[in-house]
């Protein structure tokens, strides 16, 4: 199946630098989704893409659906402590029979010390 | 706007009984629901969609016979784990699916962890 390729895998942060992670695709997306889950939560929504080269912001989340729609990245500002979690990307492919499916990236890991 | 919610949150059982999984859209209508497992550690691993007034569609290497769905409305769906054994312990997390005008999106419930024994 499309495989989504994340990175960094964690990253270990201090508190109010800024923060960047990406996916990307062999095959394209018509969506781009991007998630935070915390320990035994299921994933809450951050930002939804919906158009190549879209570049949404959310708070002090911006997420970039790429040109080629085969990668997106997000941004978070100004980093604090309750950013801590996981988060994953996930996208959403053409038509067909995984139409409305989710790919997931493997996530990242994010740490902030204060 | 856009909530999903589990029932039960976790839940304990005996290894040989069924344990059922609720997943209601409680502010909007989703034909599309998705169920997920997820280990410790490790991304979401889609199991089946769940489609209402059909049958589930299941990944390749679900059990179909294992995992039960009923889709039965447009805001609930249910996952029976049947004779559950001690391997089926996990995180199970379900999604609906809601149209916007710019496309479709998904939200997660808050997931239910399941502990056989």
């Known amino acids: 199946g499309q495989q989504l390729n994340q990175s960094p895998q964690s990253m270990f942060i201090q508190e109010g630098e800024d923060v960047s992670m990406n996916c990307t695709s062999s095959s394209i997306f018509n969506t781009w989704l991007w998630y935070k889950q915390d320990p035994g939560e299921g994933p809450v929504l951050l930002i939804a893409l919906y158009k190549a080269g879209e570049l949404t912001s959310n708070g002090r989340l911006t997420a970039q659906f790429g040109i080629t729609r085969k990668d997106s990245f997000l941004n978070i500002s100004a980093s604090i402590p309750s950013d801590v979690g996981i988060y994953f990307c996930a996208g959403q492919p053409p038509g067909g029979t995984s139409y409305g499916k989710l790919t997931f990236g493997q996530g990242t890991i994010l740490t902030v010390h204060p | 706007g856009a909530v999903v919610s589990q029932h039960p949150s976790w839940v304990i059982c005996k290894s040989g009984t069924s344990v059922k999984i609720e997943c209601r859209s409680l502010?909007?209508?989703?034909?599309?629901m998705f169920w997920y497992r997820q280990f410790p550690k490790q991304s979401l691993m889609l199991m089946a969609t769940s489609n209402e007034g059909s049958k589930a569609t299941y990944e390749q290497g679900v059990e179909k016979d294992k995992f039960l769905i009923n889709h039965a409305s447009l805001t609930l769906s249910t996952l029976t784990v049947t004779s559950a054994h001690p391997e089926d312990s996990s995180f199970y997390i379900c999604?609906?699916?809601?149209?916007?005008?710019?496309?479709?999106?998904?939200?997660f419930g808050p997931g239910t962890r399941l502990l056989v024994l």
């Open positions: 502010d909007f209508q989703a034909t599309t």
């Open positions: 999604s609906a699916s809601a149209g916007t005008s710019y496309g479709e999106t998904q939200y």
